[in-house]
């Protein structure tokens, strides 16, 4: 029978106002793996992160606000990082801003120390599918405007050269092999001159 490789326990940086919690999570969390921040607020949200250089963020507050939700967003465009928030209440309906702020996962009321290290596994495997999902839609556009490009370049070459689709791409190709250069790169080169020479 195989064994399964368990993973490290990551380094978590909690981020809270409450001693209690702060208790709570350091009992939940392996000492050595966490890195417990207090009273921290939302303008010191990067500075904690830069510092403590963590695999995940758990936020635990009362309540978050707009302000928090803007910090957040700042900070995990700079840095993509899971982020798990649990709030005590959330009167104003925040759920959907902080997801759309970067936040992986959003708990209400449900701060119970057995069951942190599950939540922060699962958001971490969340962020993971989000992260593979998003890197994959970019690379479809960026072939997708790549095409777009090549496509407008093989155009040029059709209307100037009076060429084929055929004899265009080939001609395009032998190109790009001679100067050892992408497709792509070629094209907006040659979109580039074609606009400059009349």
């Given at each position: 029978m195989q064994e399964i490789s ?26 050595d793996d966490a890195v417990i ?52 209440a959330d009167p104003h309906r ?105």
């Amino acid at each position: 029978m195989q064994e399964i490789s368990v993973p490290p326990p990551p380094k978590v940086l909690v981020i809270t106002s409450a001693q209690s919690v702060a208790a709570e999570l350091t009992a939940a969390l392996d000492s050595d793996d966490a890195v417990i921040v207090q009273d921290i607020g939302p303008d010191a949200l990067g500075r904690a992160l830069d510092q403590s250089q963590p695999d995940i963020v758990v936020i635990a507050l009362a309540l978050i606000d707009q302000r928090y939700l803007d910090a957040i967003s700042q900070v995990v465009k700079r840095l993509p990082i899971p982020v798990l928030v649990f709030v005590d209440a959330d009167p104003h309906r925040m759920a959907r801003q902080a997801i759309r702020a970067g936040v992986t996962s959003f708990v209400v009321d449900g701060l119970v120390s057995a069951r942190v290290p599950t939540l922060i596994e699962v958001t971490m495997e969340r962020f993971k599918l989000s992260e593979a999902l998003r890197n994959e839609l970019l690379k479809s556009q960026e072939e997708l405007a790549a095409r777009k490009i090549i496509e407008r370049a093989k155009g040029l070459l059709m209307d100037r050269k009076q060429l084929n689709e055929q004899e265009a791409y080939r001609t395009f190709r032998e190109l790009a092999m001679r100067q050892a250069k992408p497709l792509k790169e070629v094209a907006e080169a040659l979109i580039t001159y074609s606009e400059i020479l009349p």
